[in-house]
């Protein structure tokens, strides 16, 4: 199945981004909707991807500040290499723009795929939202 992936930002992908999100953090994995909507969007640049129709199948945003985040793909499209198109997009527009690292929060679960990109973990498991995570790294220069 094919789709296509976007660099926008939130005034451009809001509504599309919103409902992915949505789906798969606030009704799947029942974060509270005030921790996922925390007031950043609108800073971050968004990734979003589209299947053939042009519906959103999976996001990802990064912070000013270099955090990779709300990285997601609704589950009928998953291991299919949305999430690694999408995470690969975003460390070739954060290494075209001469950022020295990138990190991020990993849920436990997703570690091997992040790990897949060469992110390492470092410090203890915290947990957010209810759901454990690890904090990661990748030095990109
Ligand atoms: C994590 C997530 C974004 C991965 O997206 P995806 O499109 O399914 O991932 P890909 O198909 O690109 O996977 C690439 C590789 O990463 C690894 N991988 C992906 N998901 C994995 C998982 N759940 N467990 C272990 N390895 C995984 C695999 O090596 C995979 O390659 P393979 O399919 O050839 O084995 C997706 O599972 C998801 O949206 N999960 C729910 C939301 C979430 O938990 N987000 C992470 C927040 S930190």
């Known amino acids: 199945m ?4 976007h660099l926008l930002d939130w005034r451009e ?18 974060v509270p909707e005030e921790l996922e909507w925390d007031g950043l969007d609108a800073a971050c640049r968004h990734l979003l991807a589209l299947n053939a129709q042009g519906e959103a199948i999976g ?3 990064i912070t000013p500040d270099a955090q990779i985040g709300r990285m ?5 499209w998953r291991r299919q290499r949305v999430g690694a198109g999408m995470l690969q ?5 954060a290494r ?3 950022l020295p690292e990138v990190h991020l929060h ?5 570690l091997p795929f992040y790990r897949n990109f060469g992110f390492v973990e470092y410090g203890e498991t915290f947990m957010d939202a209810g759901i454990p995570h690890l904090a990661m790294r990748l030095l990109l220069s």
């Open 13 to 30: 992908g809001e509504s599309r981004l919103r409902a992915v999100r949505e789906s798969v953090f606030i009704q799947e994995q029942q």
């Open 2 to 5: 094919s789709f296509t992936l």
């Open 89 to 93: 997009l975003l460390l070739t527009d």
């Open 96 to 98: 075209a723009r001469r």
């Open 106 to 110: 990993a849920q436990l679960h997703a």
């Open 72 to 76: 997601c793909v609704l589950p009928q």
């Open 59 to 61: 996001c990802a945003r």
